[in-house]
């Protein structure tokens, strides 16, 4: 059974830091790409962060230079460290490894971002 359990939301003013977490069990960690996906307010979900399973990394236009995503797949986590936030990083945050396991997710961390 695929689980999803992603950690480390919160209020935070703008400028500050977050690092979430999402631990993915049921899969084969390490031989999967993982994504970190959010779906703000009256939005559509979409992806923010892109890791490969050799450590190739992707980034929305709006969050590069301020976000980095990671993985331990010893741990089979993944993580977003993200700096510089702005108001409109508000959003539920959620993680994912795609392509067969794309209709798996979790409850997704609260991320708000106050001005």
């Known amino acids: 059974q695929v689980q999803l359990v992603e950690s480390g939301g919160g209020l935070v003013q703008a400028g500050g830091s977050l690092r979430l977490s999402c631990v993915a069990s049921g899969i084969i960690f390490s031989v999967n790409a993982m994504g970190w996906y959010r779906q703000g307010p009256g939005k559509q979900r979409e992806l923010v962060a892109h890791i490969t399973r050799f450590g190739s990394t992707q980034y929305a236009d709006s969050v590069k230079e301020r976000f980095t995503i990671s993985r331990d797949n010893a741990k089979n986590t993944v993580y977003l460290q993200m700096n510089s936030l702005k108001p409109e990083d508000t959003a539920v945050y959620y993680c994912?490894?795609?392509?067969?396991?794309?209709?798996?997710w979790g409850q997704g961390t609260q991320v708000t971002v106050s001005s």
């Open positions: 994912n490894p795609g392509a067969a396991y794309r209709d798996y």
